[in-house]
């Protein structure tokens, strides 16, 4: 067996310490309570354990200790914090040696009750002298300071107003890093010899060298690591963490290849049409223009519930929005035009709107032609005919059309030629003719016609 | 309150009171820790799915606008094998017959290979279809008609290597029993749309119930009214819901009335979830009575459709299961899962090998599923309806040999590595294939889906960011993607 393999071998039983570490702080404070119980209530029968606690607080703390000297052999800490955690470590194991040994040989002395819980207060002393150093190693020597706490949210909130002006590293790449690498490459925790917090960290690199090869993103360390798939073993973020997304890849790539300045603003690099396109996402308030839907104001529950009485689902399209998503599911006979007409007092928030198999006429689409946010429509299997369906053509944001199993002929086509923004339209067993189809097709190759696979 | 806030606002204050008081001798300080505890209720806020009413089946919002309101869930159980479906490795025809290398086994396990095994050959012929180009074998020459409606993801893989608990895996996100279902979780997000019906239908065929059992569409720890109903679709559609013999439905429904009502003053005191849980079932249950019978019936389906379907009404079957899908999701339930049995083809006779045993499966399955994708899709329900098909896991390149067996068997093991799976309708891009296998077949080697990506998927579509749909359960918020899991933005539209 090779050294390597010992070496692996020892530090994978290393990664055991912040697990073992707990059992004695369990059974230390357990100790310390037990103590102040004994104070107060004077109950000596309780004294018999002290000796099984005392035995377990010194076992758990040595093997805690020894799992310590095999993780540090992993490297990437700070090591001034580590030599403290270590030293305060073997204190804390002195303590609780001793607190056995005492308990051992000196149980009937005289001097014994106070010396005991003497030591054991200072068993809890040294022990939160160590945790704090322990987790300092882990969590960031900072990561209990109130400043740090109101930092990091700041941080989060750098407003960026016009792209153009964003200084690229300190407004957009640096806090990609914060929120995705910073955890683990930071001054108290240096994975791979690398620190992150800075420029000048990211500039000098971690434990192989430099980690950027300014102008070429593509040979840069750091771009071959985030730019892994997630499941392999060395991808950046490790497996787990939350990956970078596309864009933020992109982000750090466009830096480094525009030179990997520290000061200058987006404007002085010159973005092309492309990158300026993608940047403009993180300016303040920007949303993916995909996503966008339109802003209403809230409709009062009580309005709601009105509606809902008369046989209909209403139910808001999402937790951040407004909008409607209406549905008439059941005793679909009963809903009429008159029930149609109700819904005005909803128009600007119905989304969705589905009346299918319902009784309602060409009536009813003088007042959904009202309903200007509506995207998706479904009027299948009603007795819907021409007349009147001109009126659709004022809904803008109308995207999907079910008409299919209604009376509609190719004139309805026509008027839905006219739908600015619709995409697709069903309009299987209706009466519109294959012939129409096609020269709608070719007409209009952006919206697809749904005609069904059999045609009756 | 909403209903969950609610519930777990009691549940908190009853366990940790009685618990507390019970257990430990202390009491004062518990009893204040207990009320403090009682109080974080509000920290549940955020997580928590809004609702109106305490109807547990209430409608509810997803977190953000969803592309798909309801799922319909093909599983293949035994899992289909990938090289003689839809993953096409011309390589292994060279192949075929030769010594598996011996760095294919090394370090991994397997339920029944022993010793070296030797390479099979792709047991189909395959042909690209559609525009999109999509490589589809000749055992499916129905799905190849819809080719372009489908997104393959050809690079699938699990923890899993034994059909029970990759099943469970699969439907739980967790290989042991006692998690909620994805349908169990979907209804719990979103509520039902027909109060008439239960959120979540199970239809199963091939002669076998999954391996995983009913867990698989168990509640978990969510409250039982969200666990999957089993439908039939041959004798009763639901076991023990029909009055006995000349019951009279008014006074049954009295009855019912009556029962609710000592359980509302039973639930007032005791504030225990499962009794709401029971209420709702009650009623459930009574309506289910009429709306159950009159949607499983497809006697008044058209020719055409029954022809399109392959369906004989009365009988159980695949065919039929699929066309009660599309009735289902037409009447507004959320998840309907159907499972069938019969693709575990390991090649210990000819009936259940890769060569014939496959194509058998397929052909009872091809026609009804794409006679489903067509119908969905005429009717505009594939718009925000996710179909999803696929096994617990793949099969592996190399034939199968354990102790036995026949020399000649063509079958193949289980491969947790590599499978196939396809999506179609609910805002999945169609007509795309994601991500690639290794020439062999045997591991993914490209945009790699882990089970739980895939799930993580599924609940985006319906509006739900997979990390936020908890329930908070012994101590900790339960998700169904556990602490895992990435949404492949890649196939959406």
């Known amino acids: ?456 | 309150m909403t209903r969950e806030q609610h519930i777990q606002q009691e549940n908190i204050r009853e366990i940790t009171r009685r618990h507390f008081l019970q257990n430990l001798s202390t009491g004062v300080g518990m009893v204040a820790l207990g009320s403090l505890m009682g109080s974080c209720g509000s920290l549940f806020d955020k997580n928590s799915t809004t609702t109106n009413s305490l109807n547990p089946l209430g409608l509810k919002n997803p977190h953000f606008a969803p592309r798909a309101k309801r799922v319909i869930y093909l599983h293949m159980a035994g899992a289909p094998s990938q090289l003689e479906t839809f993953d096409y490795k011309p390589l292994l025809h060279k192949l075929d017959g030769q010594d598996c290398p011996q760095s294919f086994l090394e370090g991994q396990r397997f339920a029944f290979i022993k010793g070296t095994p030797k390479m099979l050959g792709p047991q189909a012929t395959f042909k690209q279809y559609g525009q999109s180009g999509a490589t589809v074998s000749n055992h499916l020459p129905y799905l190849s008609e819809v080719a372009d409606d489908l997104c393959f993801i050809k690079s699938m893989h699990t923890t899993e290597f034994n059909h029970a608990p990759a099943q469970l895996f699969m439907h739980t996100g967790s290989p042991r029993l006692g998690r909620p279902g994805i349908g169990s979780w979907v209804t719990y997000g979103l509520g039902t749309e027909n109060e008439n019906l239960p959120g979540f239908i199970v239809l199963a065929s091939g002669g076998k119930t999954p391996d995983g059992g009913k867990s698989l569409w168990g509640s978990g720890f969510l409250p039982t009214v969200y666990q999957g109903i089993q439908c039939r679709s041959e004798g009763d559609p639901v076991l023990f819901v029909s009055d006995p013999h000349a019951q009279d439905r008014t006074l049954k429904g009295e009855l019912i009335d009556a029962i609710n009502d000592v359980n509302q003053v039973h639930y007032d005191k005791v504030k225990d979830p499962e009794i709401q849980s029971r209420i709702a079932q009650y009623e459930m249950a009574y309506k289910m009575q009429v709306s159950v019978p009159e949607t499983m019936n497809i006697n008044d389906e058209p020719a055409y459709i029954h022809e399109m379907y392959g369906t004989e009404p009365g009988k159980s079957s695949f065919a039929n299961n699929c066309l009660l899908a599309r009735r289902l999701v037409e009447k507004g339930v959320r998840y309907v899962q159907l499972f069938h049995w019969g693709w575990d083809h390991h090649g210990e006779s000819k009936a259940n090998d890769c060569e014939d045993g496959i194509k058998l499966r397929c052909k009872e399955t091809d026609k009804p599923i794409a006679a489903l994708l067509k119908d969905l899709k005429q009717r505009g329900l594939l718009e925000d309806t996710l179909v999803v098909w696929g096994g617990e896991f793949g099969r592996t390149p190399m034939k199968e040999s354990r102790p036995g067996a026949p020399p000649d068997g063509k079958g193949r093991d289980h491969n947790p590595n590599a499978f196939t799976v396809w999506m179609a309708g609910g805002g999945v891009k169609p007509g795309i294939s994601y991500g690639e296998t290794d020439e062999f077949g045997y591991f993914g080697i490209k945009n790699k889906v882990h089970v739980h990506d895939l799930q993580a998927t599924i609940l985006h579509q319906l509006g739900f960011d997979h990390e936020k749909l908890t329930f908070p359960y012994q101590g900790r918020d339960f998700r169904l993607t556990d602490v895992h899991g990435h949404v492949v933005h890649d196939i959406l539209a």
């Open chain 1, 1 to 456: 067996m090779n050294t390597e393999f010992l070496k692996s071998i020892s530090i994978f039983i290393g990664h055991f310490h912040p697990l073992v570490v707990h059992l004695p702080i369990g059974i230390i404070f357990f100790l310390f309570f037990l103590e102040v119980i004994i104070w107060f209530t004077m109950n000596n029968s309780l004294k018999v354990v002290r000796i099984y606690l005392s035995f377990f607080s010194m076992v758990t703390t040595l093997f805690g200790l020894l799992l310590g000297y095999l993780l540090s052999a992993e490297g990437g800490y700070d090591l001034e914090l580590l030599e403290k955690h270590e030293h305060s470590g073997q204190i804390l194991a002195g303590i609780t040696v001793a607190i056995f040994l005492i308990n051992l040989f000196f149980a009937q002395k005289v001097f014994f009750e106070k010396l005991f819980k003497g030591m054991v207060f200072a068993a809890v002393v040294a022990l939160s002298i160590v945790g704090h150093y322990g987790g300092s190693l882990t969590h960031g020597e900072d990561y209990l300071a109130l400043s740090q706490i109101s930092d990091t949210k700041n941080a989060e909130k750098i407003v960026i107003k016009d792209i153009n002006q964003a200084v690229v590293f300190s407004q957009l790449v640096q806090p990609i890093i914060n929120q995705k690498c910073i955890s683990c490459h930071n001054a108290g925790k240096m994975k791979g010899g690398l620190r992150m917090d800075s420029f000048e960290e990211i500039i000098k690199g971690g434990e192989n060298g430099a980690i950027l090869k300014v102008g070429n993103s593509s040979q840069s360390e750091l771009m071959k690591l985030v730019n892994l798939d997630p499941s392999e073993e060395r991808a950046m973020p490790p497996k787990g963490k939350t990956p970078l997304t596309s864009d933020e890849k992109q982000v750090l790539a466009w830096w480094i290849d525009a030179g990997a300045t520290k000061d200058k603003k987006v404007s002085e690099l010159k973005p092309d049409t492309k990158i300026l396109a993608l940047l403009k996402k993180f300016e303040d308030g920007a949303v993916d223009e995909t996503e966008k839907l339109p802003e209403v104001s809230k409709i009062e529950e009580k309005t709601l519930a009105e509606i809902s009485q008369l046989g209909i689902n209403i139910n808001p399209l999402s937790k951040e929005s407004n909008l409607l998503d209406v549905r008439c599911i059941l005793n679909k006979s009963s809903w009429d035009d008159k029930k149609t007409a109700s819904l005005s007092k909803i128009k600007d928030n119905i989304y969705v709107l589905e009346l299918s198999q319902t009784n309602i006429t060409n009536a009813s689409l003088k007042t959904i032609a009202e309903f200007k946010n509506l995207n998706v429509l479904f009027l299948q299997n009603t007795n819907l005919g021409d007349s009147e369906m001109n009126q659709l053509q004022k809904l803008e944001h109308l995207e999907v059309l079910n008409v299919y199993g209604t009376i509609i002929t190719d004139k309805s086509l026509e008027v839905f030629a006219k739908i600015k923004n619709l995409k697709k339209i069903y309009i299987w067993q209706t009466k519109i003719t294959q012939n129409a189809v096609e020269k709608f097709n070719k007409k209009f190759p952006s919206v697809t016609i749904i005609t069904g696979s059999l045609v009756i």
